[in-house]
């Protein structure tokens, strides 16, 4: 085998995003597509369309289409049983993010997944491809940081306008989408932040709902971690400013590393500072340091990357970049942060998946939230900017 055969279900805003990169891959070609709503089809490039078949139904699409492996690009609340549909018809395996709305869900998806060690399945988490982010991982990994004492990620330049709440009908609602800027924007950040630091202990905080907009769901997180070894974190986030800011800091026994505006910055301390802070014969100042800026280089194509990284694992057995059940524990760390908001309380982690989805279900049934207008969807142009 050459090439993958993938299949798309969900042609919208992502899903048509992911047709125009399989269409630039040598390992990848697109043969099938699934959308309940067939002028999705319409949003395909002609030139890419003509040689793709179209399905409006999931279960059909999966018995017929000549398809080695699928990717899911529907609203969050399918993700699980459209997942395990495909695995169920031995369908390698893409799941956008998040991976489930909540964590129960992500665990019937894990369960099943275990039945199928044949199948390669991965998460869209496209930001671990970015060069800056691979280089965190790698001074973090390799020890140049020493001890992390202090996490700060501020991610409040994930700006959206009512309009772009409105342009779907599943959008910002607890029944349509089941969470805001933790469930939507922020999977990635998330995502990340296990990633490099791994899951902290406790978490607590205040999040906001409809704060800055109309709809019910969270659009301001505040939120404040634990871990066992004694690392704090903050995790701050916002689609209601502007504009925003998305600024991560480690400050590390050996210095502080900073990501901000595409700059990657060290300030390397001469002296680690549990050690400065018994031994230096000085009351006041600190180690003398230097100031290093970090290069970072190679592709930035995101999701292009992952899907080409799911083809090569099918066809020669490379390493998954983003194992689907990877993706249980940026949600598990949003769903604890929006429970720790919800309840007022200190959550410990491993969180109870059966109270999160029972509070989740409470949400549901006394929502009287009305969404007021579906105005058309977000143009694939705007959707572009907001990876
Ligand atoms: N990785 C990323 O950077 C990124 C970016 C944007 C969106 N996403 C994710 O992609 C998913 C889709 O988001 P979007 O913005 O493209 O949504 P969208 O509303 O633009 O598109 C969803 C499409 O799925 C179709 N659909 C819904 N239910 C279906 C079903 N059961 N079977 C077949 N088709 C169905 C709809 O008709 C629609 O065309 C979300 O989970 C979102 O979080 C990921």
Redesign the pocket.
Known sequence: MDFVKFGI???????TGHTNSISTLANAKLTAV????PK?FDRMKPEIRKDVKCFTD?ETFFKEADIDAVII????Y??PD?AIMAMQHGKHLIV???IAVHKKEAERMIAEAAKHPELKKSL?F?QRTLPAHKKIKQLIDGGELGKINRINWVITDWFRSQKYYDS?D?RASWRGEGGGVLL?QCP?QLDLWQWFFGLPKTVRGVVKFGKYHDIEVEDEVNVYMEYENGTVGNFIASTGEMPGTNRLEIVAERGKLTFERGELLFIRNEIETSDFIKNTDKTFGISDNWKCEIPFYGDINQ?RNVIENVANAILKDTPLIAPMEEGIRGLELGNSMLLAGLKDKVVTLPMDSDEYAAELEKLIATSRYQKKTVAT?ASAED?AK??
């Open positions: 279900i969900g042609i919208g805003n992502m899903g699934c959308d309940i709503n999705a999931a690009a529907v609203p969050h399918s993700h459209l956008e993010k998040p869209m496209n779907g599943w939507n990635h999701h969807a959707m907001s990876f």
